[in-house]
T-cell receptor, first 113, second 110 residues
Framework: DGGITQSPKYLFRKEGQNVTLSCEQNLNHDAMYWYRQDPGQGLRLIYYSQIVNDFQKGDIAEGYSVSREKKESFPLTVTSAQKNPTAFYLC????????????FGPGTRLTVT | GQQVMQIPQYQHVQEGEDFTTYCNSSTTLSNIQWYKQRPGGHPVFLIQLVKSGEVKKQKRLTFQFGEAKKNSSLHITATQTTDVGTYFCAGPGTGNQFYFGTGTSLTVIP
């Protein structure tokens, strides 16, 4: 059963703690993406990776870090430097860069108090 | 970064009425994609338009790409409660990624 998975679905953390969100895909896709979604706003790109061991910053990369050590995995770390980390985080993958369609995971809702 | 604007932000319609959302870019787009996100769910790819003036249909959904390739629209005929969700357009940026519009949230009143 091919797809893209994110875990956990809900995550709660105290302010000042780093937290890592998991994203795994078994679609054999080269490109992977992380988006942040806030109420009433669209999807804002945090980081993306077109190939293993390479990634680029999106529009709102400050306070986040990623790694791409394996093709299947693209974890996102929300650091304590991120001023407003509470949000819905979506991971996506695609066969290649634009214009290939993106497949999204179910998302992780992070709440930091 | 690149801007892709969508209007309206919210739309409430009676079941059976038509619905249209518009997407506008500040720059010419090589292509545009549309996604649907159900409440509590994740975006799902609907369609991609590539050619100037292109029109594509999926049952009650009609997608158009403007002649200048700077705007696009999604029209739903005779809405149903299953159409509820947020519709996003997405256009390619300079770095091989897509920029998503702000989305139009559709509520269908039965």
């Amino acid at each position: 059963d091919g797809g893209i998975t994110q875990s956990p679905k809900y995550l709660f953390r105290k302010e000042g703690q780093n937290v890592t969100l998991s994203c795994e895909q078994n679609l054999n896709h080269d490109a992977m993406y992380w988006y942040r979604q806030d109420p009433g706003q669209g999807l804002r790109l945090i980081y993306y990776s077109q190939i293993v061991n390479d990634f680029q910053k999106g529009d709102i990369a400050e306070g986040y870090s990623v790694s791409r050590e394996k093709k299947e995995s693209f974890p996102l770390t929300v650091t304590s430097a991120q001023k407003n980390p509470t949000a819905f985080y979506l991971c996506a993958s695609s066969k290649g860069p634009a214009p290939y369609e993106q497949y999204f995971g179910p998302g992780t809702r992070l709440t930091v108090t | 970064g690149q801007q892709v604007m969508q209007i309206p932000q919210y739309q409430h319609v009676q079941e059976g009425e038509d619905f249209t959302t518009y997407c506008n870019s500040s720059t010419t787009l090589s292509n545009i994609q549309w996604y649907k996100q159900r409440p509590g769910g994740h975006p799902v790819f609907l369609i991609q338009l590539v050619k100037s003036g292109e029109v594509k249909k999926q049952k009650r959904l009609t997608f158009q790409f403007g002649e200048a390739k700077k705007n696009s629209s999604l029209h739903i005929t005779a809405t149903q409660t299953t159409d509820v969700g947020t519709y996003f357009c997405a256009g390619p940026g300079t770095g091989n990624q897509f920029y998503f519009g702000t989305g139009t949230s559709l509520t269908v009143i039965p």
